[in-house]
């Protein structure tokens, strides 16, 4: 009695020092997750500023735009226009042409140079000279006469342009010096170079160390997007198919209760570990071609699986009882009650576990690694060749392209690998995105 | 309908549509129904009262094997349909289920149009040959849910958007649809409004004329209500059935008496 007079007694001014404390506390925890959250945001803040500061010029590259002469008498020496014959004219023949182009240019202009003709030459990329082969023999009536070609600038020239050698730097570096950057400079200011978007970085294949500037993501770009297709084609309806009949229809009994345990067992595997399985099945025991991405997507399908597996069953699960019940209640079967009602409800939330499923093998390397898609690919892969099969020819992928640049000395791969970063995340995001639009579209189904 | 059928019915006014004998039902180890024999009657409501956790509700769900999708769940006993034995192997539960309609104590429909809800079980069935014939059987249907009249006019919105009464009588018409002879409601007004009640109620006595129904309700004058006949059941035993209005003024056990005078439960 005595105690509630004195409760009756307080006032509700006055907090007391039981709800100030379970205030502070409060106030405490909020604290901490607001702090949470900022130091994510920082960090995000920070990785998208250094890959965008550093990878933004890889999508900017510096071209001379030459007029370039192509002489008879070295490209074509029968004069037959015989494509057999100017093959035997290598990439090797076709470099004086450009130097004598690009002499002539300075000429042209004006400009006073100190450099002999093979630092003149260096200014060019290697790869120019296959650039102007490759046209020469696609249109060999274009000999003897004079075309205007854009063709690369050497990669430290275009890191000039793009500030990332300075003239200090480049009196330290034995491939190029302060006249060839000076040269360059001058040659801009003459209207023959220019720094402009960089298609082929999207579209040409990968180059050799010594040419950043040629190097490109198109082979690794074609090689993830197959990959993709065949997860997508397997994981999909294995993993929707193998999780409705675990939910729906198999027994709660022991066994069950084991698959269930070792699918989530599965999914926090390394993935390494697919790889070597994938090494060991796809390429020793049924002999399918290494690099390719139909191995790769394979491997990535198996990684995929457990992802999709425990998203569709979350999503099945929260699929309401009464809607079964319903169903089964107007005499559908099991399976229709599945297919013509769980399923659809159950839909956003299956597409939302496939695509960050996907998104999940877009970005993985290790296990890529170990079949063997770290190589060297120049050339496109066909998505079907009688020979290599189905998605059977060697290619790379995006992660694995970051991978290899990064390893590589020459600087300019820095840009290349953080270019090739920011296109990785371009295209998740894509990917998100269409998981989100996908989810909000089912949803409004009512 | 024609007379001749009309004429059947009165000649078989107390013909047994359900009988069962000696049902017993396991959830695991627990023994939810203990022995329970009863005959429901064609063409009659059938009230089942009792307290929470009775098993009024398991054994109506035994009516249509709706406890088969219960792992644990295990039925003994006999349960007969028109004489046939529907827990016999040589029965498919999705014929029987076709047979014995059920509508639940939460509305349900499915997120589709009413159109489409009510449609769904003849298209399934194979009820309808045509477009029209479809048609027809959805207007059947809705009329006999007493809801034709409120969403004639919007067939293809959804049944999800109608109100929680509305929706309730969509899922009867819904029930109705596959022509059942039986229909099985747990608790169909738990979820709704006096008004809403007092709507079905009267849908139920209507349904009568045509279909054995049996009803699981908590509300004893529901059941005084819109019943003839009114099985009480207590801890898993039937303890009485007969008459409702026998049971409801003279109760013969004194476990009925003390629990509809609200003493148990």
New interface residues.
């Given amino acids: 009695m005595t105690d509630q007079t004195q409760n009756l007694g307080r006032s509700l001014l006055e907090t007391d020092a039981r709800t100030r404390k379970r205030n502070a506390a409060e106030a405490r925890f909020k604290a901490f997750g607001v702090a949470a959250i900022a130091v994510a945001l920082l960090a995000l803040v920070v990785l998208l500023t250094s890959v965008v500061y550093n990878g933004a010029s890889a999508f900017k590259q510096t071209y001379f735009e030459l007029d370039i002469e192509l002489p008879e008498a070295k490209l074509d020496k029968s004069g037959t226009r015989d494509l057999e014959v100017m093959k035997k004219v290598t990439t090797i023949g076709y470099a004086p042409i450009l130097t004598a182009a690009l002499e002539a240019a300075i000429e042209k202009a004006g400009i006073e140079t100190t450099l002999d003709k093979k630092a003149i030459g260096g200014l060019i990329s290697k790869e120019a000279a296959a650039t102007v082969r490759n046209a020469v023999l696609a249109n060999p009536e274009i000999v003897g006469t004079t075309q205007s070609f854009s063709i690369l600038a050497e990669g430290r020239i275009d890191g000039y342009f793009k500030g990332r050698v300075t003239l200090e730097s480049a009196a330290l570096d034995s491939n190029t010096s302060p006249e060839a950057l000076m040269l360059a400079q001058a040659l801009a200011d003459a209207g023959y170079a220019d720094t402009k978007f960089n298609w082929a970085f999207l579209t040409a294949p990968d180059a050799s160390d010594q040419r950043p500037e040629a190097a490109g993501l198109g082979v690794a770009i074609l090689g993830s997007a197959y990959m993709m297709i065949v997860v997508l084609v397997l994981a999909l309806p294995i993993g929707v198919a193998a999780s409705v009949y675990l939910e729906e229809f198999a027994p709660k009994n022991r066994w069950t209760d084991l698959i269930e345990v070792n699918i989530s067992n599965l999914a926090a595997v390394p993935s390494i570990v697919f790889g070597i399985l994938g090494l060991a099945i796809f390429i020793n025991f049924a002999q399918l071609n290494q690099s390719s991405p139909l191995v790769g997507g394979l491997v990535l399908t198996l990684m995929t699986l457990p992802t999709i597996i425990i998203s569709t069953r979350a999503a099945l699960k929260a699929v309401p009882p009464s809607i079964r019940d319903a169903a089964l209640g107007v005499g559908a079967s099991k399976m229709q009650s599945v297919f013509h009602h769980v399923l659809p409800l159950a839909a956003p939330g299956i597409l939302t576990g496939t695509i960050i499923g996907l998104a999940q093998a877009l970005g993985e390397t290790a296990p890529l690694l170990l079949i063997g898609m770290v190589a060297f690919v120049r050339d496109y892969p066909a998505a079907y060749t009688p020979e290599a099969g189905l998605f059977g020819e060697a290619s790379t992928a995006l992660p694995v392209q970051v991978f290899n640049w990064t390893q590589r000395a020459d600087p300019g791969f820095v840009e290349r690998a953080s270019g090739a970063i920011i296109t990785l995340l371009v295209f998740l995001l894509i990917m998100n995105a269409i998981a989100i639009y996908l989810r909000r579209r089912f949803e409004r189904r009512w | 309908m024609n007379d001749m059928r009309l004429m059947e019915r009165a000649v078989d006014m107390n013909e047994t549509k359900i009988a069962a004998k000696g049902v017993q039902v396991y959830y695991g180890a627990t023994h939810a129904i203990k022995d329970v024999s009863i005959d429901v009657p064609a063409r009659t409501v059938t009230a089942f009262i009792g307290p929470s956790g009775c098993g009024k509700s398991t054994f109506l769900r035994c009516l ?1 094997r ?1 406890n088969d ?1 219960i ?1 644990i769940c295990r039925v003994e006993g006999d349960i007969r349909l028109d004489g046939e034995d529907i827990y016999d192997k040589r029965v498919d539960p ?2 029987l ?2 047979k014995v ?4 104590q ?1 509305p ?4 589709k149009s009413i159109y489409d809800n009510v449609a ?2 003849p298209r ?2 194979g009820l309808a040959k045509s477009k029209a014939d479809l048609d027809e059987i959805v207007e059947r249907a809705l009329r006999r849910g007493a809801i034709w009249d409120e969403v004639k006019d919007r067939l293809h919105a ?1 049944g ?2 109608l109100s929680g009464g509305q929706q309730q009588r969509l ?1 009867i018409a ?2 109705v ?2 022509e059942p002879e039986v229909l099985l409601m747990d608790e169909p007004c738990s979820a709704l409004d006096p008004i809403a009640t007092a709507q079905v109620e009267e849908l139920i006595d209507e349904l009568r004329a045509q279909y054995s129904v049996v009803i699981v309700t908590h509300s004893m004058q529901q059941a005084a209500r819109v019943s003839q006949k009114t099985a009480f059941f207590h801890l898993g035993h039937l303890v009485e059935f007969g008459e409702t209005g026998q049971i409801f003024t003279n109760p013969r056990d004194p476990r009925t008496e003390s629990y509809i005078s609200g003493r148990i439960g």
Avoid: L
């Fill in positions: 249509n709706m999708t792992d999705v014929q289920r076709a309609g059920m509508v639940f939460k349900n429909p499915f997120p769904y079980g399934i069935h959804p999800t958007g899922c819904r029930a649809a596959t």
